[in-house]
């Protein structure tokens, strides 16, 4: 079966440079030994709904050539890729604006977007919100391991895609009722894209109603400081 519009699809992938030099994967040993490991990510393949702009255009033109269990390498353009560099999304803000001291080298994510510090210059810094591999060609070794059938499958694979984490899910007939942990009522990460994904599981599912659950108990006055 081809890969077309609207599946869902459980993806495994490592993306090189030129140099043969590992920028992103989804296996955690390789993760490691490249130091490029993240304790808050999920390992073992992503999920992604093809059409859904949730990967890049040349690997997912790729992708929809093949079947189920196709294992191959694609190289990637700019053009099909991360972009060319734009100088109108390097930045300058004010050191104020950050929530650590920031310096040269250091990632940080202002306005849900990642940026990296270029410069520090008295009390502003310039910010480079380009794709780390913006103007590059990039190479993907990646693997379709599976098509998602079951709604339930979908939502909680999505909810890893967007949170880092598997969502409790619950499916009742076409509606989702989704449990939010309440530490996501600070993410911005979580802020940014619960809507997106609650749009892509109604777009591309039989669901009609996405719910958004946070439940507060008394433990949460614990954990939470009262205000002076």
Do not use: C
């Amino acid at each position: 079966m081809t890969i077309k519009e609207g599946d869902f699809i459980k993806l495994s992938y490592t993306g090189k440079l030129d140099d043969g030099s590992i920028f992103d994967t989804t296996d955690e040993e390789l993760a490691k030994a490249n130091d490029i490991f993240n304790e808050n990510a999920i390992y073992g393949g992503d999920i992604i709904i093809i059409g859904a702009k949730q990967t890049i255009e040349g690997l997912e033109e790729d992708i929809k050539k093949h079947d189920i269990g196709y294992e191959g390498t694609i190289e990637i353009p700019p053009e099909k890729g991360f972009g060319e560099k734009n100088p109108l999304l390097i930045k300058s803000i004010p050191v104020k604006r950050f929530e650590q001291k920031p310096h040269e080298g250091m990632q940080v994510q202002i306005d849900g977007r990642v940026g990296l510090v270029m410069r520090v210059m008295g009390r502003h810094a310039r910010v480079d919100f380009n794709a780390p591999m913006a103007s590059k060609t990039i190479y993907y070794d990646y693997k379709i391991n599976d098509v998602l059938e079951n709604i339930k499958d979908k939502a909680v694979g999505l909810s890893t895609l967007y949170t880092g984490k598997e969502m409790d899910i619950e499916i009742d007939g076409t509606i989702a009722k989704v449990q939010v942990p309440l530490e996501y009522s600070y993410n911005q990460r979580w802020l940014y894209s619960k809507g997106q994904m609650s749009k892509d599981l109604l777009k591309n599912t039989e669901l009609t109603e996405v719910q958004l659950i946070e439940t507060y108990t008394m433990d949460f006055l614990k954990d939470t400081p009262e205000k002076e």
